[in-house]
Every structure is written in structure tokens, then in C-alpha cells.
């Protein structure tokens, strides 16, 4: 069986799942009889690129390092370059995968791409955020109505299988609550605060390494982990809608050198937790800097590592830890999702 894919997005994360593709090929057919096939990319200012019969990953690969576009490609007579519109509205493919970034207010284009799939019964595979804190329960029952997928596992997490685990792993469980650290950036400068550093040092630190971005305030300030933990609330935990204002957001800035040492004295840890409470129907959703104790399951990680400790009605509690960050592990989180959504096809 082939399936196929149209790719939003050819960036650091695009590639990579490209290259992914490319790598473990033979293990993907072999484990799943299947083969995925790029169909259609498109880009925002590279161009866009689309075959009947999939496009040669090695050709565009190469195309785009010689001239910086991938449409260039089309002149070989087997590919086109159609609108974005256009291979939204008629291309023919499985599953839409969005490398894209989204307005964090909107959700949008994103989100709008996403519809148009959903609503022609294209299953969607995303590691873009806003579109999910924003619009959860939209997209999700537009897939269900449809009979498509919607999938995010690279949304928080990175490519960590959290909602994979609850998927598949946790059949029938109620979370209760959960607590993440859900910012690799955070917990890394957190980490050379502990040694030392001054906030200001640490981030200059995290920025060379390429972990913050060049405006870190979203990360700093508590927000990245606030809208991964309107994500966990809605898709594992059964929260309604949820808006920003709904969520007592404190980042980073506020922790103090006395904080940290006084924490580091009790053998304990300061990390930006993000903690979900459910009580019956209503959410507690808190994002702050928090001591955590010698003994509290997250007080190992170190570096840009994520973790996540889910209290369940099935199974106490469980821990989970892995990348946080970085386009390959992003990629093999949408690697996932496709999979997932490729053995759902099988039956
Ligand atoms: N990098 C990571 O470690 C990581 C980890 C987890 C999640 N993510 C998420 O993954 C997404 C992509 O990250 P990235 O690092 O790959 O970013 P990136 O390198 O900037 O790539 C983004 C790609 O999306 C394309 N694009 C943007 N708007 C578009 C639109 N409206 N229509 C079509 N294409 C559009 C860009 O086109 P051009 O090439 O023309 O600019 C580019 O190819 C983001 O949502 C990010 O939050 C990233």
C-alpha cells in the first residue's frame, strides 16, 4: 500500500521528516507494508512542488540546495507547480503534514488548511501548536464527522510519545492530573542558573546553541508551556474549549538567586512545571516556577529535556521523559502520527 503525502512546509522540521522518510524506508515497509510517498510540498516562498507519482525526495533535496526553490523541478515534464489552494482543494493525497508556523492569536493560515483537508476526508498530521490550543475541538470532531485523523504528537513533547502512550497504552484511562516540564528552553536555563548564571547570561547562552529564539519571551515567560498544557488538557484529559484566560500563566523571569540556592540546599530543583488539575468537570491549569522536592519524579532533567508525570484512574502514576527539542525528534513525532494513521488505513 502506498500513502501519500502533501508536506506544508519545507524547513528545518520538513526535511528532516523527508530525510526520515528516506532513511528508514525498508523498515517502515517491512513493519508496516507500506510505503510513504511525498506527493505534493509547498512553501510560502520556495514555491510548490507536486507529482501523480510522488516526488524523487534525492531530486528536490538537490534542487533546492542548488538554487534555494524547489519548483524549479517542474521543468522535468513529471512535476507541477500548482497553488497552494489548488493542491489543498484537488490534490490527491492520504494525509496533510504541517511543518508550518501559525499565528499564536489565530491559529491561522494553519488552521484553514487544515479544514479544507479534513473536510475532503484528508486525515491531518501537524507539530504546529497554536492551531491545536486553539482549535482542538473543532479539528477533531471535523475529522470525526469526516472519518479522517487528526494527530499533534509533535506539538508538546516534541517527538516523546505522549498522546501515542495514551492512545494506545492507556486504553479507557481517565488522567486526573499531570504535571510537565514541557520547555526545553526553560529547564536548560534554568539548569546554568542553578550553576550561576545570571537570567540575562543563560539566555544569551541558549540562544548560541540555537534553543531559544531570537524573541524568547514566549518560552520566558511561560507561554510555550501554557498553550502545550491547554493541548494535554483538551486532547487526554477531556477539557472543554480552553482560552488563554483561563490559565495563570508565570514565567521564568521571577526566580531569584535565594530561590534557587535555598532549593538546591534541600537537594531539590527550581523547573517551570505545568500542572493540570481535574475536579470532576472543571480544570485547575497553572504554569510556574516551582521548588521541586528531592524525591519529585522531574528532578532529573537536565539540559533541554522534557518530562511529564500523568496521575491515571487505571494505572497510578506514570512518568515520561525524552527530547523536548529539535527538528529531527519533531520529525520523527509526525513519523508516528503518519504511522499510526497508516495502520488505521490497513484494517
Ligand atoms: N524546529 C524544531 O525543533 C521544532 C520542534 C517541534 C515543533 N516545531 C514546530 O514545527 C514547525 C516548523 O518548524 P521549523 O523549525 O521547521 O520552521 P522553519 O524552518 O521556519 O520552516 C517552516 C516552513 O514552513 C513554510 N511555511 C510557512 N508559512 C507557510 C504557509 N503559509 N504556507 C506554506 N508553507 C509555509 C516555510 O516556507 P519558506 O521555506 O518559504 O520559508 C518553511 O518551509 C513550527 O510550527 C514549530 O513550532 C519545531
Not at 513493519?31 to 510513504?36: A, K, L, N, P
Not at 510522488?54 to 507547480?81: K, Q, W
Not at 510555550?224 to 488538557?233: G, L, P, R, T
Not at 484512574?313 to 523536548?324: K, L, N, P, S, V
Request: aromatic share 8%; net charge neutral.
Amino acid at each position: 500500500m502506498k500513502i501519500s503525502v502533501l508536506l506544508l512546509g519545507f524547513g528545518n522540521v520538513g526535511r528532516e521528516f523527508c530525510s526520515l522518510l528516506e532513511r528508514k524506508g525498508d523498515k517502515i515497509f517491512s513493519e508496516y507494508g507500506c510505503t510513504i510517498q511525498i506527493k505534493g510540498i509547498s512553501t510560502q516562498r520556495r514555491g510548490n512542488l507536486y507529482s501523480e507519482e510522488g516526488l524523487h525526495m534525492p531530486s528536490v533535496f538537490r534542487a533546492e540546495e542548488e538554487t534555494g526553490r524547489i519548483d524549479c523541478l517542474r521543468s522535468n515534464g513529471l512535476y507541477i507547480s500548482p497553488t497552494l489552494e489548488d493542491l489543498l482543494n484537488n490534490g490527491d493525497y492520504h494525509i496533510l503534514v504541517d511543518t508550518t508556523f501559525s499565528s499564536l492569536e489565530t491559529g491561522e493560515p494553519a488552521r484553514t488548511y487544515m479544514e479544507k483537508a479534513l473536510s475532503r476526508g484528508k486525515s491531518v498530521v501537524t507539530c504546529n501548536k497554536s492551531p491545536v490550543f486553539l482549535w482542538y475541538h473543532s479539528l477533531s470532531s471535523l475529522a470525526r464527522e469526516r472519518g479522517a485523523k487528526f494527530l499533534f504528537e509533535g506539538t508538546v513533547m516534541c517527538g516523546t510519545p505522549l498522546f501515542s502512550l495514551f492512545r494506545h497504552g492507556l486504553p479507557a484511562t481517565e488522567v486526573l492530573s499531570f504535571e510537565g516540564v514541557l520547555n526545553g528552553t526553560c529547564n536548560y536555563i534554568l539548569e546554568l542558573m542553578r550553576q550561576g548564571s545570571t537570567l540575562d547570561d543563560a539566555l544569551l547562552d541558549a540562544q548560541r546553541r540555537g534553543y531559544a529564539e531570537p524573541d524568547p519571551s514566549v518560552d520566558i515567560d511561560g507561554w510555550d508551556s501554557a498553550y502545550k498544557a491547554m493541548i494535554v488538557a483538551q486532547a487526554i484529559m477531556g477539557a472543554p474549549r480552553l482560552t488563554k484566560d483561563m490559565i495563570e500563566v508565570r514565567g521564568i523571569r521571577e526566580v531569584t538567586p535565594e530561590m534557587l540556592n535555598m532549593t538546591r540546599i534541600k537537594g531539590g530543583v527550581v523547573r517551570l512545571l505545568s500542572k493540570i488539575e481535574r475536579k470532576q468537570n472543571s480544570f485547575k491549569i497553572e504554569v510556574a516556577p516551582t521548588a521541586l522536592p528531592a524525591n519529585h519524579p522531574l528532578v532529573t532533567l537536565y539540559g533541554v529535556t522534557n518530562g511529564a508525570v500523568l496521575c491515571t484512574d487505571t494505572m497510578g502514576e506514570i512518568c515520561i521523559e525524552g527530547a523536548g527539542a529539535g527538528s529531527r525528534f519533531a520529525a520523527f513525532a509526525l513519523l508516528q502520527d503518519v504511522l499510526s494513521i497508516a495502520n488505521s488505513m490497513r484494517r
